[in-house]
């Protein structure tokens, strides 16, 4: 309760008159300062949303990479393993050749077996596409059968290079596997660059809209102290005005009584003064009659 000097039914009156301007302009700006608020909070609000959608999206983003970064350690592990592989057949093949050289050296072979294969194989063909006459045919064939017996011999050669051959037909198809998995593996690096690419600009956007957030929520804390201190305000002269209202009821509730008091007084006085005429006998007027009605809704009440 507020302690207040006594005061004039006029002083309360005036100060009454006051108050309610006092009031209708607290709530006024109560009502702005409340939009004011709320505006802010809407804003910070926006921003929080946004801040989400974006962890999300870096969250989703980060699992996409580090399945792509998973995929990429297999195959280059993959591909490590079938390098190691050409390796150890290169390797081979150098012992191959080696044993090569070293029974052609031992043996006197000068002439190159898989050049007198691919000879023979040569002239085969010719004779079974071409027309020839049967002296060259059989030309032909004494060759052959000379450069056979020859390749014959040859034999400890031939395996070595057939060796040869085999190892490198491996090697060949081993490096064209790794070459596609070694594009397999920049394809996917460069798929998992973009998204840790798309990490960081996401990243960045969350940074700015943490700032703005932070000012939206300054602001909102701002204009929620304000409007606190202007509520409080509000409800102080709420309450206020109406102690001087009960004030000011109580003073015309007193009045009232008094006045009231003061005309039965005069009723009862009227009263006495009929009374008398009736007992000397007198004629009632009309007004008297009123005085005696009055008197009878008094008492009922």
Known sequence: MINMEKSTPEEDYKKLNELRKDLLELRRKLNELGEQKE??????????????????????????????????????????????????????????????????????????????????DALEFKIETEALS???????????????????????????????????DEIKKLKTNSREIHRSIQNIAQESQKKHEEMLEYSKQIDELRVKEKECFEQF??????????????????????????????????????????EMEELKKKEQIVLEKMKRGEKLTTEDLLVFQKMEEENQE
């Open 39 to 120: 505006g802010w909070f809407k804003k910070k609000s926006e921003y929080s949303t946004r801040i989400a959608e974006l962890i999300k999206k870096i969250k989703e983003c980060k699992a996409k990479r580090d399945e792509l970064t998973a995929k990429v350690r297999e195959l280059k592990k993959k591909r490590d393993e079938i390098n190691n592989n050409v390796k150890q057949l290169v390797s081979q093949v150098r012992e191959e050749r080696k044993k090569k050289d070293e029974i052609s050296k031992k043996l006197g072979i000068k002439e190159n077996p898989e050049r007198m294969k691919k000879q023979i």
């Open 221 to 262: 804390l701002k204009y929620k102290t304000e409007f606190n201190e202007v509520n409080l305000k509000l409800k102080e002269k709420l309450t206020e005005s109406n102690e001087i209202r009960k004030r000011v009821k109580d003073e015309k509730l007193e009045s009232l009584n008094k006045e009231r008091e003061r």
């Open 134 to 168: 049967l002296e060259k045919e059989k030309k032909l064939v004494k060759i052959i059968k000379e450069k056979k017996k020859i390749y014959d011999s040859l034999k400890d050669v031939t395996d070595v290079i057939k060796r040869i051959y085999s190892l490198e």
